[in-house]
């Protein structure tokens, strides 16, 4: 079993920053692809970034060249660094892991994922 834990959300202005974490348990973490999804009010839920067990990333296109998706293996964190946002970045964020990914490749399928947190709010006002 592995729980995920985000946080960092909250309400900031059109242009600003935020920097979603997310905690999780299990001791091979290292091993885990992970990505960071979106929900929007009314909306289905959408890949914006993922990041696989050897680094590699994927964003969607909405979100490329304004967030970063990373990882520090030693604190069992991923991080979405979320730059520029948008009103159209308002959604409650979750993170997720794919426990069976591979290393080299971005989990990029809703279905890879094992495991979810409870999700964070991010509102942007414009």
């Known amino acids: 079993q592995v729980q995920l834990v985000e946080s960092g959300g909250g309400l900031v202005q059109a242009g600003g920053s935020l920097r979603l974490s997310c905690a999780a348990s299990?001791?091979?973490?290292?091993?885990?692809?992970m990505g960071w999804f979106r929900q929007p009010p009314g909306k289905e839920r959408e890949l914006v970034a993922a990041i696989s067990s050897g680094g590699s990333t994927y964003y969607a296109d909405s979100v490329k060249g304004r967030f970063t998706i990373s990882r520090d293996n030693a604190k069992n964190t991923v991080y979405l660094q979320m730059n520029s946002l948008k009103a159209e970045d308002t959604a409650v964020y979750y993170c997720a892991a794919d426990v069976n990914g591979r290393y080299l490749s971005a989990s990029i399928d809703i279905s890879d994922y094992d495991y979810w947190g409870q999700g964070t709010q991010v509102t942007v006002s414009s």
């Open positions: 299990g001791r091979i973490f290292s091993t885990y692809n």
